[in-house]
């Protein structure tokens, strides 16, 4: 994994800088032509110390409006389900592959992911979730390096170095699609029973708990597993 340059940081370590130093360096970003036609760049939201991150696509047109990912009626799915697996929206971190939307809610381009890309791989290293759920097919072959379909991806979870990744549907494309929508939710239900399996590790729940927005208690050193 790359790292960005965020101002008084050399060689970060995982969850040493903060969201909120990673979106002070973003700013009001214009290293794509998205800037254009954005209203919102949309950062992302929930926990910072989540154990799991989901990853989407891009802003949709109720994203772009309220500067949110996952508000409109994808975001209520993904609400439901979440009840699915034991969480509950507070207890995540949710982001997407691009920040600001695309016209007409078109894929990503290749340009605009590798402009982006580098402030979701510090949300990544800021976060350092046990688990990242990829939503989709953009966000799928973003994380696990590969063109394969979602079909043939999810049902079951990947090893990237430290993080166990589970791709599954988006939800907006599931709300399209009974069949998936049922897949989906099986997802969650395995993704829930992986938790279960594999609790946090009480000295790790410790640090994420007394832990500032985005890092960690100062004098204690970052955890790094794997």
């Known amino acids: 994994m790359g790292v960005m340059r965020i101002p008084g940081h050399t060689d970060q370590k995982p969850r040493e800088v903060s969201l909120d130093e990673i979106r002070s360096v973003m700013g009001d970003c214009r290293a794509c032509q998205l800037c254009q036609t954005r209203t919102n760049i949309v950062f992302g939201v929930g926990n910072p110390h989540a154990r799991v991150m989901f990853v989407g696509e891009a802003p949709g047109k109720n994203e772009d409006l309220q500067g949110e990912p996952f508000v409109g009626r994808a975001g209520e799915n993904l609400n439901r389900i979440l009840a699915l697996a034991g969480l509950r929206r507070t207890d995540v971190y949710i982001a997407n592959v691009l920040k600001c939307r695309p016209p007409q809610n078109r894929n990503?381009?290749?340009?605009?992911?590798?402009?982006?890309?580098?402030?979701?791989?510090?949300?990544?290293?800021?976060?350092?979730?046990?688990?990242?759920?990829?939503?989709?097919?953009?966000?799928?072959?973003?994380?696990?390096?590969?063109?394969?379909?979602?079909?043939?991806?999810?049902?079951?979870?990947?090893?990237?170095?430290?993080?166990?990744?589970?791709?599954?549907?988006?939800?907006?494309?599931?709300?399209?699609?009974?069949?998936?929508?049922?897949?989906?939710?099986?997802?969650?239900?395995?993704?829930?029973?992986?938790?279960?399996?594999?609790?946090?590790?009480?000295g790790l729940a410790a640090v994420r708990a007394s832990a500032p927005e985005g890092g960690v208690p100062v004098g204690v050193p970052p955890v790094i597993e794997g």
Not at 124 to 129: A, C, V
Not at 131 to 154: C, D, M, Q, W, Y
Not at 170 to 198: I, S, T
């Open 108 to 202: 990503p381009q290749a340009d605009e992911v590798l402009a982006c890309s580098p402030y979701l791989r510090e949300q990544i290293r800021s976060i350092w979730p046990d688990v990242i759920v990829t939503l989709g097919n953009p966000a799928s072959h973003f994380v696990l390096k590969t063109e394969t379909g979602i079909t043939k991806l999810r049902g079951r979870f990947h090893q990237m170095g430290h993080f166990t990744v589970m791709p599954t549907f988006h939800p907006a494309a599931a709300l399209r699609n009974p069949v998936w929508q049922e897949l989906l939710e099986e997802d969650f239900r395995m993704l829930g029973a992986y938790l279960a399996k594999h609790p946090v590790d009480a």
